[in-house]
């Protein structure tokens, strides 16, 4: 597979209001000791449910004889903030080095995402030190208190002078070479910068989370999340480029980062692997593979027109709004959700099954 973002952990030591996931908060004492311990119990079943090994073949380098170059893939591990002390030593570190035993050096990239003002010297060091091949800053905008415009340049600076004595080079720092090297090409340990500014992917925000609670999704009916990165698109097809799965705390799977209204399955159950095989073919997600959410209940009474209309919305603020995401949050309510819980029953059925032996 060549993606998998995993959410490991709730607490944060931030309330953004731009967050896309209103779990994502200052928890205190046994609140904090609870969160911290849900992941504590399930990192170890979800990490033994994740593909045996992390490739993928990209079908942007077809090989001469034919077939396609089979590379390394990545999980993003990511928060909330995963730099909070009691996350960082009872679920960050230990994930780093659970991952590091089942693949094995160099088996997986792994990125490790934080807004930057919790790095230490220290901690670049530990995680360098269990074989992290990416450190990506992710609170680089206008929307994370203290680091609003030019605020944050002292940390910038700052953040770059300490990955620099530690040799970690900037991610693109190949991009113009004979080669032509993109970045999930390149050779680790990297860091890169980036936060919901307009220029970026995520600058619309998604309709999720505080982001929606306060209505500051600009994304209209023409920006289909579905279609891009970190969306639904390509997600089943785990084997090439493009596939990309989000994982909860709790284990619960998602095709996409903004989570569909329901998850489609869980990783302290049973394997990832054994959960997108079990959706190749059904209408619903293939839909959400080929990036036309509006088709996915074509096959379930749902009309274009039909997802169309289930888009209209208001925000809480009282604004009108429309979006693919709230049409596909509104078809898992009221159609599919009785069907995945079906095929969840199925599956954990078909594990639990004696296996017959043919004379």
């Given at each position: 597979?060549?993606?998998?973002?995993?959410?490991?952990?709730?607490?944060?030591?931030?309330?953004?209001?731009?967050?896309y996931e209103t779990n994502f908060r200052p928890y205190i004492r046994d609140e904090l000791k609870k969160v911290v311990a849900e992941s504590v119990a399930n990192f170890p079943r979800i990490i033994d449910n994740l593909p045996e090994t992390m490739t993928y073949r990209d079908l942007a380098a077809p090989l001469a004889g034919g077939g396609y170059q089979e590379k390394t893939g990545r999980i993003i591990l990511a928060g909330g903030e995963v730099l909070l002390e009691p996350v960082?030593?009872?679920?960050?570190?230990?994930?780093?080095?659970?991952?590091?035993?089942?693949?094995?050096?160099?088996?997986?990239?792994?990125?490790v995402q934080t807004t930057g003002d919790l790095v230490t010297e220290e901690i670049i060091e530990q995680l360098l030190k269990r074989g992290v091949w990416m450190i990506s800053i992710a609170g680089m905008d206008d929307y994370h208190v203290g680091l609003e415009g030019d605020k944050r340049l002292p940390l910038i600076a700052k953040l770059k002078q300490w990955f620099a004595a530690a040799g970690i080079n900037p991610s693109g720092w190949q991009a113009d070479n004979s080669d032509n090297v993109s970045w999930?090409?390149?050779?680790?340990?990297?860091?890169?910068?980036?936060?919901?500014?307009?220029?970026?992917?995520?600058?619309?925000?998604?309709?999720?989370?505080?982001?929606?609670?306060?209505?500051?999704?600009?994304?209209?009916?023409?920006?289909?999340?579905?279609?891009?990165?970190?969306?639904?698109?390509?997600?089943?097809?785990?084997?090439?480029?493009?596939?990309?799965?989000?994982?909860?705390?709790?284990?619960?799977?998602?095709?996409c980062c903004m989570k569909t209204k329901f998850p489609i399955g869980n990783l302290t159950e049973e394997p990832l692997i054994g959960?997108?095989?079990?959706?190749?073919?059904?209408?619903?997600?293939?839909?959400?593979?080929?990036?036309?959410?509006?088709?996915?209940?074509?096959?379930?009474?749902?009309?274009?027109?039909?997802?169309?209309?289930?888009?209209?919305?208001?925000t809480p603020t009282g604004k009108p709004y429309r979006n693919l995401c709230i049409g596909c949050d509104n078809f898992h309510q009221q159609v599919l959700g009785p069907e995945l819980l079906e095929l969840r029953r199925q599956r954990l059925a078909a594990l639990q099954s004696p296996i017959t032996l043919v004379q």
């Amino acid at each position: 597979m060549e993606s998998i973002y995993y959410v490991m952990n709730w607490a944060c030591h931030r309330r953004c209001k731009h967050c896309y996931e209103t779990n994502f908060r200052p928890y205190i004492r046994d609140e904090l000791k609870k969160v911290v311990a849900e992941s504590v119990a399930n990192f170890p079943r979800i990490i033994d449910n994740l593909p045996e090994t992390m490739t993928y073949r990209d079908l942007a380098a077809p090989l001469a004889g034919g077939g396609y170059q089979e590379k390394t893939g990545r999980i993003i591990l990511a928060g909330g903030e995963v730099l909070l002390e009691p996350v960082r030593q009872q679920v960050l570190y230990p994930v780093l080095e659970r991952l590091q035993q089942r693949y094995g050096a160099g088996g997986i990239k792994v990125i490790v995402q934080t807004t930057g003002d919790l790095v230490t010297e220290e901690i670049i060091e530990q995680l360098l030190k269990r074989g992290v091949w990416m450190i990506s800053i992710a609170g680089m905008d206008d929307y994370h208190v203290g680091l609003e415009g030019d605020k944050r340049l002292p940390l910038i600076a700052k953040l770059k002078q300490w990955f620099a004595a530690a040799g970690i080079n900037p991610s693109g720092w190949q991009a113009d070479n004979s080669d032509n090297v993109s970045w999930g090409d390149e050779d680790g340990p990297l860091y890169h910068f980036f936060g919901a500014t307009p220029d970026e992917w995520i600058g619309k925000l998604w309709p999720r989370g505080r982001a929606w609670e306060n209505g500051l999704s600009s994304a209209d009916i023409s920006d289909n999340f579905c279609a891009e990165w970190a969306g639904a698109k390509n997600f089943l097809n785990h084997q090439y480029s493009g596939s990309e799965v989000s994982i909860d705390p709790n284990g619960d799977v998602f095709p996409c980062c903004m989570k569909t209204k329901f998850p489609i399955g869980n990783l302290t159950e049973e394997p990832l692997i054994g959960i997108l095989d079990s959706l190749i073919g059904h209408p619903v997600y293939e839909a959400l593979v080929a990036g036309t959410p509006e088709r996915m209940g074509l096959q379930r009474g749902w009309s274009v027109e039909n997802f169309l209309n289930a888009c209209e919305t208001q925000t809480p603020t009282g604004k009108p709004y429309r979006n693919l995401c709230i049409g596909c949050d509104n078809f898992h309510q009221q159609v599919l959700g009785p069907e995945l819980l079906e095929l969840r029953r199925q599956r954990l059925a078909a594990l639990q099954s004696p296996i017959t032996l043919v004379q």
